[in-house]
């Protein structure tokens, strides 16, 4: 069975400096990665995802993420954190074989100005 | 373009009655899908719809849930004899696409609706 793990239960960065959400995951086999942003009182917004191909994905808003086969990771990135970036972010795995998709708990992210 | 909507955005109901909770799709995505979020968790995938077939209802927590897709298209997720557990953030999402198929990584990701807010009292 798939899961998904995030550390971190809240991520505190300064405005302008690079940010990292961590996530890792455990699939039987092939996986797809996801990664969505909520914000209060909003629906979950895709930000970008890991299929096949190249490692680097890159997403909206300036975030990217690395996928890294042999860490089973899919961390989320971004260079310069905004203060509008501040939002709760979950990372979500499938097995390609299978349909089910599962979330991790989530990482609050807080962006300081 | 229309996102994915459900109906209603808010139901209270008391212990032991029936709730309908509706999804209705983005036009032309053929898998559908419900999660349940309680507070401070990640979204708990409950079934997925590939067209009008249930192909995964793993996560469905017991028979008193039940959904249908009869056209392929709108989505009721159905809560027979309501307990105060089974309070939450019903979502519903769709994807162009569910199991892979080759030549494109388009279409996987998933459109999720404002989700339903259940409350039983």
């Known amino acids: 069975a798939q899961s998904v793990a995030q550390p971190e239960d809240q991520v505190n960065v300064a405005e302008g400096n690079p940010l990292t959400v961590k996530c890792t995951y455990s699939v039987s086999g092939n996986p797809y990665l996801f990664w969505y942003v909520q914000y209060p009182n909003r629906g979950l917004q895709f930000l970008l995802k890991y299929i096949t191909g190249d490692n680097l994905v890159k997403g909206s808003y300036g975030f990217e993420a690395e996928f890294n086969k042999s860490q089973t990771s899919f961390h989320l990135k971004k260079p310069s954190a905004l203060v509008s970036d501040s939002a709760l972010y979950f990372c979500a795995v499938r097995d390609a074989r299978d349909d089910k998709i599962i979330f991790g708990k989530g990482t609050r992210l807080h962006i300081l100005p | 373009g229309a996102g994915v909507s459900q109906t209603p955005s808010n139901k209270v109901t008391e212990k032991g009655k029936y709730v309908e909770l509706r999804c209705d799709p983005i036009s032309g995505h053929t898998a559908l899908y419900w999660y349940r979020q309680s507070l401070g968790q990640g979204p708990e995938f409950l079934i997925y719809?590939?067209?009008?077939?249930?192909?995964?209802d793993s996560g469905l927590p017991n028979d008193r849930f039940f959904a249908v897709r009869p056209e392929g298209s709108v989505s009721t997720l159905k809560i027979q004899r309501t307990e105060r557990g089974d309070s939450a953030v019903y979502l519903c999402?769709?994807?162009?696409?569910?199991?892979?198929?080759?030549?494109?990584?388009?279409?996987?990701?998933?459109?999720f609706g404002p989700g339903t807010r259940l409350t039983v009292t």
């Open positions: 719809f590939q067209g009008t077939g249930a192909a995964d």
């Open positions: 999402a769709s994807s162009l696409k569910g199991r892979w198929t080759s030549g494109s990584t388009l279409g996987y990701e998933q459109y």
